[in-house]
């Protein structure tokens, strides 16, 4: 079941501060999916479509933050929002990824019912690929006692194996809390809040979301968007222009199953502006 849509709109003056977990009880099997939009409109739309006719949960909502998209990406968002599809924060400009993901964790934890149990924190660009990809990641947290379930990745950065933000799935009563960070600015918005759980004793487990294709992970996405809009003044424009192919986590044959679900997907939606893409993005199959 998905919940009815609600427009949440945000301007830059409105984005301070935390709100963190209430302590009221959460909707046991209840999960939101947490994404950011940033000039990724077909792409979003496709990981929204994938939620519907690819995963089999029954108590899933999904919270989008568009971060001041000028591709068409705002007003489709808004389209299924009315639906019922999702919930939209709009912002009137980009606030950068990690920020955008506290908003939607701070919107969840301001709401006074309908907690959810779980937050399954997306890419955009990710495409959901097996229908157990949430049950089984739930499983691995419960068998687990994690309160975060992520898939490392080699950080030459930092030398080290971290989780990265493509896939996390968070309990937000352990992790939305005073004495954890939130999501940070720039690129790596996952580890300082990944960091401090562990600090304050919280369990990491190891989940192979994207290496045994769950998920479908285009990756470098957003950058793609930064590096042809020609933006010399956004932040990651010099770091666009190297990094803006998409890589697919390199899992053998991933980009080929997501040529697949694209080409259904585009089948079914038709033209993004036409009322039938909306139906695709809010009706189960």
């Known amino acids: 079941m998905f919940v009815t849509g609600w427009l949440h709109r945000q301007t830059s003056s409105m984005l301070d501060g935390v709100v963190r977990w209430p302590d009221r009880p959460v909707t046991p099997g209840r999960v939101a999916v947490v994404t950011v939009s940033y000039n990724t409109r077909e792409l979003t739309a496709l ?3 994938s939620l519907r006719r690819v995963l089999e949960w029954k108590s899933l909502e999904v919270v989008v933050v568009d971060n001041g998209s000028t ?10 929002d009315a639906a019922g599809g999702c919930r939209l924060i709009a912002n009137a400009s980009n606030t950068m990824h990690g920020p955008a993901l506290t908003q939607a964790m701070s919107f969840l934890a301001s709401r006074g019912s309908e907690l959810p149990q779980w937050i399954w924190v997306l890419d955009s660009d990710v495409v959901i690929s097996r229908p157990d990809a949430l049950k089984r ?49 720039g690129g790596d918005p996952v580890g300082d809040l990944l ?12 989940f192979p979301f994207v290496k045994d294709r769950y998920v479908i992970h285009r990756g470098r996405s957003s950058l793609s968007a930064v590096w042809q809009s020609g933006d ?9 222009r190297e990094h803006h192919e998409p890589h697919f986590g390199l899992v053998e044959g991933a980009a080929a199953r997501h040529k697949e679900l694209l ?9 993004l502006d036409d009322r039938k893409a909306v139906e695709a993005l809010t009706t189960r199959a």
């Not at 591709?71 to 299924?80: I, M, V």
């Not at 960091?195 to 190891?206: D, F, M, V, Y």
């Not at 010399?232 to 666009?240: E, G, K, L, M």
């Open 47 to 49: 990981m929204l479509w």
């Open 71 to 80: 591709d068409g990406s705002a007003e489709l968002l808004a389209k299924t």
């Open 137 to 185: 990641a739930v499983d691995r947290a419960e068998d687990t006692g994690a309160a975060v379930v992520g898939e490392s990745w080699w950080d030459s950065w930092d030398e080290t194996y971290s989780f990265l933000a493509y896939s996390l799935l968070l309990d937000p009563v352990r992790v939305w809390r005073d004495g954890i960070e939130p999501f940070a600015d």
């Open 195 to 206: 960091r401090s759980a562990k600090a304050q004793g919280e369990t990491l487990s190891e």
């Open 232 to 240: 010399t003044a956004h932040p990651s424009y010099d770091w666009a």
């Open 263 to 271: 080409r259904a997907f585009r089948a079914e939606a038709g033209p």
